[in-house]
């Protein structure tokens, strides 16, 4: 069965302390990889998406990279705004017609930054 | 900006009644996406469209049905709602294809919180 694993669960970080976020795959192929961030009680905000392994792409502190089982979401000097829940998603080659616009969901990593 | 709006925040319904759920986004999107989402199971794919007045299950789409009568509004319907029904609602759209060729980023609206008592 193809799965989407994210670790840790939770993370608390003093406000500059860098660290990453694990989000890693069991899937037959691959066609991209997504990250969002969910603030409580909202919809999730697009961040990323990765389609081939060695991508790697950055928004202000946050770095996205991509290998063949996993994909990293590194934070730098993380500050207390980006406290958040952080979901990465996979969309499946598996999947043809229709069925190729499907995500599917890790359970998230929220992340605390600590003033 | 990408805009999908949903049309409550907060609804409490009671057991047995029949809930519309609207979802309307500004894009020209082809793609709309029903999920829920509860603690510990994260995200879960309820319906798909990918034009109008087609529709696809997802992997729970028992106790809902979905209509898309026009490209910009997905609706969601719960014939007879339960507890079990009790969730946060989230609707998403998306181009059949991104700008850099990928296969369309979902856009997420705001959510709505269904308490069913």
């Known amino acids: 069965e193809d799965q989407v694993t994210q670790s840790p669960e939770a993370l608390r970080l003093q406000e500059g302390e860098s660290s990453s976020l694990n989000c890693s795959y069991t899937v037959s192929g691959l066609r991209g990889l997504f990250w969002y961030r969910q603030d409580p009680g909202k919809g999730p905000e697009f961040l990323f998406t990765l389609y081939s392994a060695g991508e790697e792409k950055e928004k202000e502190r946050l770095k996205a990279t991509l290998t063949k089982k996993e994909s990293f979401l590194h934070i730098t000097a993380p500050k207390p705004e980006d406290s958040a829940t952080y979901l990465c998603a996979v969309q499946l080659l598996a999947y043809s017609g229709a069925g190729s616009y499907q995500l599917t969901f890790g359970k998230g990593t929220k992340l605390s930054v600590i003033p | 900006d990408v805009k999908v709006t949903q049309s409550s925040r907060y609804l409490v319904k009671r057991t047995g009644e029949k809930v519309f759920l609207e979802c309307v986004q500004d894009m020209d999107h082809e793609n709309m996406f029903w999920y829920r989402q509860d603690p510990g199971l994260g995200l879960r794919l309820i319906y798909f469209s990918y034009d109008v007045k087609m529709k696809e299950k997802g992997d729970i789409p028992e106790g809902y049905s979905v209509s898309r009568e026009k490209k910009e509004r997905f609706s969601l319907i719960l014939e007879s709602a339960s507890t079990n029904q009790t969730s946060m609602y989230l609707c998403?759209?998306?181009?059949?294809?991104?700008?850099?060729?990928?296969?369309?980023?979902?856009?997420f609206g705001p959510g709505t919180r269904l308490t069913v008592l």
């Open positions: 998403a759209s998306s181009l059949r294809v991104d700008s850099g060729g990928g296969q369309g980023t979902q856009y």
